[in-house]
């Protein structure tokens, strides 16, 4: 299976999608662990990235692409894979659907984490790290509701099944609401 958990900041796309890849026994790909580990390997795409980090500036869509399109490439991913948070915009999620085709594969299902603003920050205020902050965590929850509708429209009119799941509750009961809902 083939899978995109999505999902604002503090939703818990990571806990779920590592429940969920590890059910499905498939390998969990966020776009963070994917760059770091181009880095430490050296491969063309990572140090292409490197380029751009080191600069201080954003690393491209092209380059991001080419880092998942490594990732997906792998034998491990052959039987599947859980994209976690990306793509984020409609721009990545073409050229991931470009991707794709061009390894003969194509999304399963998106995944749609619902959390409501103020979980996100009581959740994210308690975790300490410096983008935390409330102003920055409002601003990140403004970023991310002007690019989720446009997204989830994108795969709805590419006939992507999407299923939407409320991310607040018990951990457990969550995981087995995506799965209930994914028929598995």
Same mark, same amino acid.
């Given at each position: 299976?083939?899978?995109?958990?999505?999902?604002?900041?503090?939703?818990?796309?990571?806990?779920?999608? +590592?429940?969920?890849?590890? *059910?499905?026994?498939?390998?969990?790909?966020?776009?963070?662990?994917?760059?770091?580990?181009?880095?430490?390997?050296?491969?063309?795409? /990572?140090?292409?990235?490197?380029?751009?980090?080191?600069?201080?500036?954003?690393?491209?869509?092209?380059?991001?692409?080419?880092?998942? &399109?490594?990732? #997906?490439?792998? +034998?491990?991913? +052959?039987? &599947?894979? #859980?994209?976690? &948070?990306?793509?984020?915009?409609? @721009?990545?999620?073409?050229?991931? *659907?470009?991707?794709?085709?061009?390894?003969?594969?194509?999304?399963? @299902? $998106?995944?749609?984490?619902?959390?409501?603003?103020? +979980? $996100?920050?009581?959740?994210?205020?308690?975790? /300490? =790290? !410096?983008?935390?902050?409330?102003?920055?965590?409002?601003? =990140?929850?403004?970023?991310?509701? !002007? !690019? !989720?509708?446009?997204?989830?429209?994108?795969?709805?009119?590419? &006939?992507? =099944?999407?299923?939407?799941?409320?991310?607040?509750?018990?951990?457990?009961?969550?995981?087995?609401? $995506? #799965?209930?809902?994914?028929?598995?």
């Amino acid at each position: 299976m083939r899978l995109l958990i999505m999902g604002p900041p503090g939703a818990g796309k990571g806990t779920q999608g +590592e429940l969920l890849a590890r *059910r499905l026994g498939i390998p969990r790909h966020s776009t963070g662990d994917i760059l770091r580990q181009a880095l430490r390997d050296g491969t063309p795409m /990572g140090l292409e990235a490197k380029r751009y980090m080191h600069a201080g500036e954003l690393v491209p869509d092209d380059v991001i692409l080419g880092i998942v &399109g490594e990732a #997906l490439a792998h +034998e491990e991913s +052959e039987p &599947g894979f #859980l994209l976690d &948070g990306f793509p984020r915009t409609v @721009a990545q999620a073409e050229g991931l *659907r470009k991707l794709l085709l061009d390894q003969g594969q194509k999304l399963d @299902a $998106i995944v749609d984490l619902s959390v409501p603003d103020d +979980e $996100i920050m009581k959740r994210l205020s308690t975790r /300490g =790290r !410096k983008d935390d902050l409330l102003e920055t965590i409002q601003r =990140r929850l403004e970023v991310y509701g !002007k !690019k !989720k509708k446009p997204l989830l429209d994108f795969y709805a009119a590419r &006939g992507v =099944r999407i299923v939407s799941v409320e991310g607040v509750g018990d951990i457990d009961d969550i995981q087995a609401d $995506i #799965l209930e809902r994914l028929s598995l």
